[in-house]
T-cell receptor, first 111, second 118 residues
Framework: GDSVTQMEGPVTLSEEAFLTINCTYT??????LFWYVQYPGEGLQLLLK?????DKGSNKGFEATYRKETTSFHLEKGSVQVSDSAVYFC??????????FGTGTRLQVFP | GAVVSQHPSRVICKSGTSVKIECRSL??????MFWYRQFPKQSLMLMAT?????????EQGVEKDKFLINHASLTLSTLTVTSAHPEDSSFYIC??????????????FGPGTRLTVL
């Protein structure tokens, strides 16, 4: 079945460092791909999405490109801030509207 | 907009009792609501999909009689954990959707409910 694999955390960075959180997927069809963020004490929020191969999703300085050839959707940000500290979930969705999530990666940014 | 609330945020109960968790879409009508379970350091696992006025669709391995879902209106779905046991202790999260917009059906998530069964 479909699945999502993302790197284990925590990822610990200093402010203004470059961030990469790896995400790969397996799917039988042509899914849409998502990154969700969960700030402490809050629900998951959609951070960005891409619906087809080579699409780039971007929001709040974060980017991820849908790479069909490597079945990847890695999350990147050029300069992280303390306020980016959260748990990040990679997910895929197919026509059924169900979402399949990765295990989540905790990001800790220190000043 | 698109805010989803859950109540309670935390609940502690004794083994054998039942617990009801509410999920509300505060500023929109949700065509579909989803219930997830999240174990520590693990992913969100979809438990069931619920549509207003119809029976919930449960994922494989989820006991329907254990986890009762009622979706009585377009803004409220409830999850009742019946005869709870310590192994039911978990973080339960709901989400709600507006319906398909431009081919995509975004889910809006509640903040979750921490259930601890003693």
């Amino acid at each position: 079945g479909d699945s999502v694999t993302q790197m284990e955390g925590p990822v610990t960075l200093s402010e203004e460092a470059f961030l990469t959180i790896n995400c790969t997927y397996t799917a039988t069809g042509y899914p849409s791909l998502f990154w969700y963020v969960q700030y402490p004490g809050e629900g998951l929020q959609l951070l960005l999405k891409a619906t087809k191969a080579d699409d780039k999703g971007s929001n709040k300085g974060f980017e991820a490109t849908y790479r069909k050839e490597t079945t990847s959707f890695h999350l990147e940000k050029g300069s992280v801030q303390v306020s980016d500290s959260a748990v990040y979930f990679c997910a895929l969705g197919e026509n059924t509207d169900k979402l399949i999530f990765g295990t989540g990666t905790r990001l800790q940014v220190f000043p | 907009g698109a805010v989803v609330s859950q109540h309670p945020s935390r609940v502690i109960c004794k083994s054998g009792t039942s617990v009801k968790i509410e999920c509300r879409s505060l500023d929109f009508q949700a065509t579909t609501m989803f219930w997830y379970r999240q174990f520590p350091k693990q992913s969100l696992m979809l438990m069931a999909t619920s549509n207003e006025g119809s029976k919930a669709t449960y994922e494989q391995g989820v006991e329907k009689d254990k986890f009762l879902i009622n979706h009585a209106s377009l803004t409220l779905s409830t999850l009742t954990v019946t005869s709870a046991h310590p192994e039911d202790s978990s973080f339960y999260i709901c989400s709600a959707t507006l319906g398909r917009v431009a081919g995509y059906n975004e889910q809006f998530f509640g903040p979750g409910t921490r259930l601890t069964v003693l």
